[in-house]
């Protein structure tokens, strides 16, 4: 089974922060009639902290609210066109796919929804960590899908984030690929932890997992 992380693997997670930026500055300029108000959020001397802050000074609107706004949006989100393309080869050479994913359960499947994802995997392999109880730091997720899914006798994890994606899979047996940052990742990519974090490959770009699954 071929198992994707979400979030910077199959998309870029800086479009949802975009789209939620959207919807925050929607609601906030809305009620304080300020125009103009997403550039000026943009604008802020570090965005990605303090875009929130701005739109609630200016709106009055308490920041825990528009937090709520930019966690329960719906996201003008799109699967990235390589993810798609990998995702339908694989699904159509008789793969069958999965997603481990962290993060809230409303956000991620407004994600999962948004992306089209059920079009290559079914509801019954996706897992998100409000829903099943822990996150990829614990053996939790992987251990769960493996379980449902006994007669599986190969596993490969993709994702981009070796503080939590290989670990578990690695220590499970699991083949495990991380997908390098282009540039657009949210976070930095840190390479820091290596060893038994590390994954077993590393690729620049998604088609190149269709090399390595044969």
């Not at 009639?33 to 609630?56: C, F, H, K, N």
């Not at 990998?86 to 994600?111: E, F, P």
Request: a negative charge.
């Amino acid at each position: 089974m071929i198992v994707f992380d979400l979030d910077d693997t199959l998309y870029k997670e800086i479009d949802f922060w975009h789209s939620g930026m959207k919807a925050v500055a929607r609601a906030a300029a809305s009620a304080a009639e300020a125009p103009g108000l997403y550039a000026r959020m943009m604008s802020a001397p570090d965005p990605l902290a303090d875009a929130i802050t701005v739109a609630s000074a200016e709106s009055g609107i308490p920041e825990k609210t528009l937090v709520d706004v930019y966690r329960c949006h719906r996201p003008e989100i799109t699967l990235d066109p390589e993810a798609a393309y990998v995702l339908a080869t694989l699904r159509d050479r008789g793969q069958r796919l999965a997603l481990i994913t962290d993060g809230r359960s409303r956000t991620q499947r407004a994600k999962i929804d948004a992306l089209g994802l059920a079009r290559f995997i079914p509801d019954s392999r996706i897992s998100i960590s409000e829903e099943v109880g822990d996150t990829k730091k614990s053996p939790l997720p992987f251990e769960r899908l493996m379980s449902l899914n006994p007669s599986e006798k190969e596993w490969t994890y993709v994702g981009d984030n070796p503080e939590k994606d290989f670990f578990h899979p690695n220590r499970l047996g699991w083949n495990t690929v991380m997908l390098d940052d282009n540039g657009r990742n949210i976070f930095w990519q840190s390479l820091a932890p290596g060893g038994e974090y590390a994954a077993k490959h590393r690729i620049t770009t998604l088609l190149s997992l269709l090399d390595l699954i044969i």
